[in-house]
């Protein structure tokens, strides 16, 4: 009996060696994970370690996360392009003016900054064009004018009234001398403020804050890459293939005699093959992971729409894993989409609650933008008003200090401040 019970401790405690391992392996990022392996292949004879001279996988797509933001400002613009479908001038002109796109994303050269190239005519401006139609609109722009008219251009909303508006009456738009302008204009009130919201609803810096520069340098766990209109789970741990057991000392193993020496290789042995075994788990539980968040938050990822409400319970029914493996997978993780690196938890928001179904924060900050950007500027409304709308709207309490949070990161000014002076 107690022969058994001992026996029955062992086996526990080994199980829990290899369980907290296990879990410990899944909370690391892949490059402490790395440094780990780096270590042990120096401490035990059974890591082998053969560096490898390709860099297939996703090595090579690497240099978007840690390239400067020029370079990823031009990857991003140029990967909307088919190379085939351009002329070799044309091609190379457009590389060049997708370079010269800044943070902001407006255009610093001109046409005579490159008249030193031997261009055709004409291929300036239609590269220029070109450039214009990519996402987000108001991109390749050489002023915040012709920044707001591409936007509104797109939008099929460039009345002559707007682009008078953009091109003439922007300083005053923007310090609430609507009065003003309407007496310049000769308009009534009434015919000009729905134009001027729909100015004050653009964008004057389309690229800011799509490559944040905290994670300019930030290297991924895992990259999703597009491929011909699927997209693919490639996980950044291409060095592990480098590790495996060590045939050499395996068969030494099985040869030692002395059992001294026997047991020194067979703890060894085993604590490499638990290692590999829980890397390899690791693995398994990421990609199984990233792909039913992928499926998720897809729309969110490839349009920049709202997130999706999605909790860590969420994805423990779709994927079948626990709770809290799902919190230990996503710790401290990155993953690459096709526009930006972004950590794993950004993608998980607590929802709130309408009729029994889930509504994330992000409904919230564009029914409160949306109530805003349509109230009457004369009359516009307190954060105690949008309080009672909005909690209308979604059948659940919404306090004043959230439409105050919200309206803060929003960069909204209360209403004092947003009152058009008659």
């Known amino acids: 009996m107690d022969a058994r019970m001992t026996l029955t401790q062992e086996q526990i405690q080994k199980l829990s060696a290899m369980q907290i391992q296990s879990l410990q392996i899944l909370s690391m990022s892949s490059e ?17 370690y053969h560096p490898s001279s390709s860099r297939g996988g996703a090595a090579e797509f690497l240099q978007f996360v840690a390239a400067p933001d020029k370079d990823r400002i031009k990857n991003f613009l140029i990967e909307q392009l088919n190379p085939s479908q351009f002329t070799k001038p ?7 003016l997708a370079q010269c796109v800044d943070d902001q ?16 005519d004409g291929l300036f401006s239609q590269a220029v064009a070109i450039l214009q139609g990519l996402h987000p609109p108001g991109i390749g722009a050489s002023s915040l004018q012709e920044c707001l008219k591409l936007q509104l251009r797109r939008k099929g909303e460039l009345t002559p009234l707007a682009e008078t508006l953009v091109d003439s009456f922007l300083e005053d738009i923007g310090k609430n001398h609507i009065a003003a302008v309407c007496r310049a204009l000769g308009l009534p009130k009434q015919q000009v403020l729905p134009t001027i919201r729909r100015i004050r609803a653009l964008d004057p810096a389309p690229l800011k804050g799509l ?17 011909e209109g699927e997209y693919e789970i490639i996980l950044n ?17 099985h040869q030692a005699d002395d ?12 604590r490499c093959s638990l290692l590999l075994h829980n890397i390899e788990r690791r693995r398994q539980t990421l990609a199984a992971l990233t792909g039913a968040i992928w499926e998720w938050q897809r729309e969110y990822l490839e349009t920049h729409h709202a997130l999706r409400p999605m909790t860590l319970k969420d994805m423990a029914e779709k994927t079948g894993l626990h ?73 659940t309490a919404i306090s004043r200090r959230v439409v ?5 990161l929003l960069h909204i000014p209360n209403s004092y401040a947003r009152k058009i002076q008659p």
């Open 90 to 96: 044309q091609w190379a002109l457009l590389n060049y």
């Open 211 to 227: 490559f944040d520069s905290a994670d300019a340098y930030v290297v991924p766990d895992v990259i999703i890459r597009p491929t």
């Open 32 to 48: 402490d994970l790395r440094s780990l392996l780096q270590k042990e292949s120096e401490e035990n004879p059974f890591l082998d």
């Open 404 to 408: 105050q949070k919200y309206r803060s």
């Open 323 to 395: 709770i809290s493996t799902i919190s230990r997978a996503i710790k401290d993780k990155y993953v690459q989409t096709p526009y930006r690196t972004l950590p794993f938890k950004a993608l998980f928001q607590c929802p709130l609650r309408k009729d029994g179904q889930s509504l994330s924060k992000d409904a919230v900050k564009k029914a409160l933008c949306q109530l805003i950007r349509e109230e009457d500027k004369e009359r516009p409304y307190s954060d105690a008003q949008l309080v009672e709308m909005l909690s209308a709207q979604f059948h």
């Open 237 to 253: 741990d291409t060095w592990f293939a480098s590790y495996s057991m060590s045939d050499y000392y395996i068969a030494m193993m």
């Open 105 to 120: 994303g407006y255009l610093t050269v001109t046409e005579q900054d490159v008249s030193r190239f031997p261009l055709p």
């Open 259 to 270: 059992p001294d020496i026997k047991t020194y290789f067979q703890q060894k042995h085993a």
